[in-house]
């Protein structure tokens, strides 16, 4: 790092901090300009009111200096008081903002950045840090560090500018005092530098093993694993895994502040005979009568606090230096692009639902990754027809869908919407036109109607109607608060559990309240029972409508109902056309797995 870098990425900080915690960043500097400079307050007035009480002056000076100190001291702390909870409020909005920022950097990137392994080990490194207190809010803390010792060198300053123009003090008094700071401010710096390379060490070798200990604490206390963990007998094993890198952290810990303070040694004992020194100059001062019993009290404040406030603020600069690696780290995560093809066409709302969608020589690699996972794929396919993709597992049917719905963009080839290449939309617009529910679908622990609309608000009428067209009327009826139901107990403790396959009826009444004039479907009645399948597929046509279905099975049953099927086997389309065709096709794969599923049915 050069010092033109560092400079670049501070300003950068600082700008990022003025933009998004401004608030905070005001309030704090106020109220640490306060808290450093009022104990100087009753340093001045007591040593005003001794040399008063030494010069036998006039009591009513000596009055007026009790109630100016005792009043100033009282509103300069009623201020700080005053401000304290005010600051918390804002330092904790700082905190949300700064979860409320990741979030939006996460929904802002492309899909393919989230499901990145190096891009969530970067996220995950990089809050540890910030919870740790470095980038940006270790700057906050140089940021306050320097506010309140620049207020305290003013101070210290304004109090003891007649000592170091007083004609009493020998000058080699003040040289020497002011060399030895000099030399205090060198060790600091060494000091500071071996210091800070052992914590820095230390937390580097310690966010891996925290990402780890927190990863086993989800497994022990996140009840969707504690099926598994429980009858597998795992909390043991893993109980005792977290032990263990507590264990190798303690151990860290200890040698680490060990070591720590050794490297901090030199600083504390120079420091120390800097403070000596200057006590022993402002005695020998006193004995030759060069100043009075109230200024030796004051000087002693005033010199000790400038000191230490200056090997401070040469520390912070220090420590600043060392963030630089924290905050290029916390850029890099904000900085990571979204490089997908960002379109401005509008999705054509046609009346008469005449979309058509096609695949042309469409071939995609997932990001670092060698293999295609799909291979010259041409299909097309318009509004209202029924098709169905089938494969073996990892032919690349999830794949295909997700480049219809633009998560990822292919590596080579387009996809058309009416002639037009998909990239081309408005992403969001393009967006809407695609009710998917996947097979890893997730539901929320909100209410079932928040779940059906996927929004805070929602047609309690259409949600009903849309949770009965997917089967769930049963169990919909049975609910004491209807839509309003929470589902799991996260939020309210009377949520209901529901079973997998009522999930899945869920989230296909997800996919109709969504009305979209595509509708896909991704092995959806894997986990219903065979006559919840039996109704979902005998009203399949009248819940998809006119709409275009795309429907992914393993059930090749299932699938007679669809006009086209196309089966997809190691990342390519090998045959496309209707069941009867493809099953008269003897030699094909289509014909291959239906006879494999069939004799399960004869048995
Ligand atoms: P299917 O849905 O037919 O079971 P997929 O489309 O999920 O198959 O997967 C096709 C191929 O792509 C598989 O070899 C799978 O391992 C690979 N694959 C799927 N998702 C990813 C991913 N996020 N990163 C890398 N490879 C992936």
């Known amino acids: 790092m050069t010092f033109k870098e560092h400079i670049k990425t501070e300003r950068r900080a600082l700008k990022e901090l003025w933009r998004e915690h401004r608030t905070y960043v005001v309030y704090m500097s106020l109220f640490f300009v306060f808290q450093a400079a009022y104990p100087y307050i009753p340093t001045y007035f007591s040593a005003e009111i001794i040399n008063n009480l030494y010069d036998g002056a006039p009591l009513s000076t000596i009055i007026t200096n009790v109630i100016l100190a005792v009043g100033l001291t ?7 008081r005053f401000a304290q909870p ?30 990145d392994a190096d891009v969530a080990l970067l996220r995950s490194r990089v809050r540890q840090e910030s919870r740790s207190g470095f980038n940006l809010w270790n700057l906050l803390k140089t940021v306050r560090n320097n506010v309140s010792n620049i207020t305290k060198i003013i101070c210290s300053l304004a109090l003891s500018i007649s000592f170091f123009i007083s004609s009493g003090v020998p000058l080699f008094g003040k040289l020497g005092l002011v060399g030895l700071l000099v030399v205090s401010i060198a060790v600091d710096v060494f000091c500071t530098a071996k210091s800070q390379a052992i914590t820095n060490r230390f937390w580097d070798e310690s966010s891996t093993l925290n990402m780890m200990c927190d990863k086993y604490e989800e497994l022990v206390s996140e009840y969707s694993y504690s099926k598994d963990t429980r009858l597998y007998s795992m909390e043991g094993g893993i109980l005792s895994r977290i032990k263990e890198i507590d264990d190798i952290e303690n151990k860290k810990g200890l040698k680490n502040s060990f070591r720590w303070m050794i490297a901090n040694f030199p600083r504390v004992i120079v420091a120390d005979i800097l403070k000596f020194c200057a006590y022993l100059l402002l005695i020998w001062c006193s004995i030759q009568g060069a100043m009075s019993v109230g200024d030796i009290t004051k000087y002693v404040v005033c010199i000790v606090g400038l000191i230490g406030a200056v090997s401070q603020i040469v520390r912070n600069v220090q420590l600043d230096f060392l963030n630089h690696a924290y905050l290029e780290r916390y850029f890099s995560y904000f900085d990571i692009p979204n490089n997908m093809y960002q379109g401005s066409l509008t999705v054509e709302k046609r009346m008469d639902n005449e979309y058509y969608v096609e695949f042309r020589n469409v071939s995609f690699k997932y990001p670092n990754t060698d293999t295609y996972a799909l291979k010259n794929v041409n299909v097309k396919f318009k509004i209202g027809e029924k098709l169905a993709v089938v494969g073996m597992n990892g032919s690349g049917k999830t794949t295909f869908i997700k480049l219809l719905c633009r998560l990822y963009d292919p590596t080579e080839g387009e996809i058309l919407l009416n002639g037009v290449n998909i990239k081309k939309y408005d992403y969001d617009e393009y967006m809407q036109i695609f009710s998917v529910v996947f097979q890893d679908f997730k539901l929320f622990a909100f209410t079932l109607g928040q779940n059906v609309a996927c929004a805070p608000t929602y047609d309690a009428k259409r ?6 067209n997917a089967g769930f009327e049963d169990r919909y009826m049975s609910l004491p608060d209807g839509a309003e139901t929470y589902l799991y107990k996260h939020f309210d403790k009377s949520g209901i559990e529901i079973s997998g396959g ?8 997800r996919a109709l309240y969504k009305d979209s004039p595509f509708i896909i479907l991704d092995e959806p009645t894997s986990a219903l029972d065979p006559v919840s399948e039996y109704e979902i597929y005998s009203s399949f046509n009248t819940i998809t409508g006119d709409k275009t279905a795309i429907y992914i099975s393993h059930r090749l049953a299932s699938c007679r109902f669809c006009d086209n099927i196309v089966v997809f086997d190691n990342g390519s389309i090998i045959q496309h056309g209707s069941h009867e065709n493809l099953l008269s096709d003897q030699n094909g794969k289509y014909h291959e797995l239906w006879n494999a599923q069939a004799q399960y049915y004869i048995k």
């Open 74 to 80: 009282f509103i300069c702390h009623g201020i700080v």
């Open 86 to 115: 005010r600051l918390s409020i804002a330092h904790s909005n700082t905190f949300k903002k700064e979860d409320w920022l990741f979030s939006k950097k996460a929904m802002e990137m492309e899909y393919g950045s989230i499901e």
């Open 463 to 468: 949600v009903e109607e849309c949770l009965k």
């Open 502 to 509: 009522e999930a899945q009826k869920i989230a296909l009444a």
